[in-house]
């Protein structure tokens, strides 16, 4: 019997924050995503797979709105320009920071050079990974809508997961088999959606397994499957720890990069002035180290990238023999193969933590010298193993396993306008419209309603970090949508060029579907 496998389970997610100004504070969100680590994952992935000596094995979810924001033309066109405004800030970097700025600086410089010799096209690099079966690519909620929050009407749910997997489809050109469901949100009876949508497994906490029913023999060590044919797997806290936590785990290593100090903060206001800024604000130019965690930001050392790259050696070893210890403990009392599931945020690779993609390249290198074979979640449900029948337990990966991160006094006020809207979305789609224009202002509730449906701005409520933003964009979306309501059911008139101007903020999804909202059976 094989000692078991690990699977590295990666979830890559932005709101939409598509922004038709360029320069805002929502597009360097997305550009610095773009730069720091979905550039450089597929850097690692694509060499990784082309060196017979490392076995890069990877899930990866994909949202529906970063799909979308990566296949916006006009964004396409407009990253080069960001990184070139970032290379010219460089040169006035102290003279004491200049390893870590000759370093930086050669990084973007690879990044665009990649960029540039794909035509910006990132999407069919990742769906060329997974038809080389290098990766097992998921969707998630089309807009990371929080699942257990919407089940008031099922309808929302399901809009929410067909409009992704149509998504994905379109984008990505084959369905998704596997979702990250958002915020890792499980309760009873989505499973049924779930299939609906033809998705067949997902990623919970530990708990989501531990306290299903009954409960699973191999606890997080063994996917299980519910009794509506959905496979769930477990988180495994002892495998994800040491990459998690900036406190306790590798991020937080004196030699790796510091996140918060950023040449942003640093430069006189005059030196932003060309980027449209009129206050400072982090760039993602970062040249200092970690140094020590009491340690004030402007007495932080500058960043040493040789002594960095040997760290990440080290902890890849050091990672890599844990999970061995792990698996040959388990596989002694188990009778099928041991299975460590190790998700995150992709973000955490590269935009927390700079070091994260070459942790990743060290560990598809030194994984068979330490006997750590690396899987993918769709391959562990094609070998022959009988899945035990266990239904998953309500959870989330939330703050103790519930739903009170999105759901409290900093956010609460939302969930009854979602209800609002949801009902009245079921109410019209069930009777549907009239004429052709009608149903074009349909399509467009649909996008709203799924928009203000996003997680992220829950969270960032109650995470109280640019809170204005996002309650502004949950009140946009929802006066958008009953706008569009009242057009249709003819008590207003759309103002003229209104409607042109939404599309044009709010133009994903083309291939939407209201029937997917339609009344279901309860």
């Known amino acids: 019997m094989s000692k078991g496998a690990l699977a590295l389970v990666l979830h890559a997610h932005l709101p939409y924050v598509r922004s038709v100004v360029p320069g805002s504070l929502e597009e360097d969100w997305f550009f610095q995503a773009l730069l720091e680590c979905y550039l450089p994952l597929l850097e690692v992935l694509e060499q990784a797979a082309a060196d017979p000596e490392s076995t890069p094995k990877l899930t990866l979810g994909l949202s529906p709105t970063l799909l979308s924001l990566l296949s916006d033309p006009d964004l396409q066109q407009r990253f080069p320009g960001w990184l070139d405004q970032r290379l010219g800030l460089l040169p006035f970097a102290d003279q004491g920071v200049a390893e870590a700025r000759d370093h930086l600086e050669a990084t973007i410089q690879r990044h665009k050079s990649a960029w540039m010799a794909c035509d910006g096209d990132l999407i069919s690099r990742f769906a060329a990974l997974q038809r080389a079966e ?311 509730a649909a996008r709203e309603l799924l928009l203000a449906q996003s997680s992220d701005w829950s969270f960032i409520l109650r995470a109280g970090t640019t809170t204005g933003l996002a309650r502004e964009r949950i009140e946009r979306h929802l006066e958008r949508f009953w706008m569009l309501m009242a057009a249709i059911d003819g008590s207003s008139e759309l103002p003229e060029g209104w409607l042109e101007q939404v599309q044009a903020d709010d133009r994903l999804f083309p291939l939407i579907q209201p029937l997917d909202w339609s009344k279901v059976g309860r």
Request: hydrophobic share 35%; glycine share 10%.
């Open 134 to 444: 290098v990766v097992d690519l998921l969707t998630c909620g089309a807009t990371h809508g929080y699942l257990p929050l919407l089940r008031q009407h099922p309808e929302a749910v399901r809009g929410q997961l067909r409009t992704a997997v149509r998504e994905h489809h379109r984008l990505i050109g084959e369905r998704p088999l596997g979702i990250w469901l958002p915020e890792c949100a499980y309760y009873e009876g989505l499973d049924q959606w779930m299939r609906d949508a033809g998705l067949r497994y997902a990623v919970l906490d530990g708990h989501g397994l531990l306290h299903g029913r009954p409960r699973p023999r191999y606890g997080v060590y063994a996917p299980i499957c519910s009794r509506n044919g959905v496979a769930f797997f477990g988180r495994d806290s002892e495998a994800t720890l040491p990459v998690w936590s900036a406190k306790d785990g590798y991020p937080g290593d004196p030699d790796y990069r510091e996140f918060h100090r950023d040449l942003g903060w640093d430069l006189p206001l005059e030196r932003l002035a060309p980027l449209g800024l009129t206050e400072p604000r982090p760039l993602g130019l970062k040249l200092h180290r970690v140094t020590d965690h009491s340690a004030p930001l402007d007495q932080k050392q500058p960043y040493r990238p040789a002594i960095a790259a040997e760290k990440i050696r080290h902890h890849a070893s050091h990672y890599l023999q844990g999970r061995r210890r792990q698996l040959d403990q388990l596989s002694s009392s188990m009778t099928v193969s041991p299975l460590l599931v190790a998700p995150f945020d992709a973000e955490l690779f590269g935009h927390w933590w700079f070091e994260g993609p070459s942790f990743l390249a060290e560990l598809f290198r030194q994984g068979p010298a330490n006997g750590v074979p690396f899987t993918r979640l769709r391959d562990v449900l094609d070998g022959s193993q009988q899945l035990q029948l266990c239904d998953p337990c309500p959870s989330s990966w939330g703050q103790g396993g519930y739903h009170n991160y999105w759901l409290n006094d900093s956010n609460g006020w939302i969930v009854p306008e979602w209800e609002k809207t949801s009902a009245a979305m079921v109410q019209r789609c069930s009777r549907g419209v009239g004429s052709e224009q009608a149903m074009q202002w349909l399509q467009q």
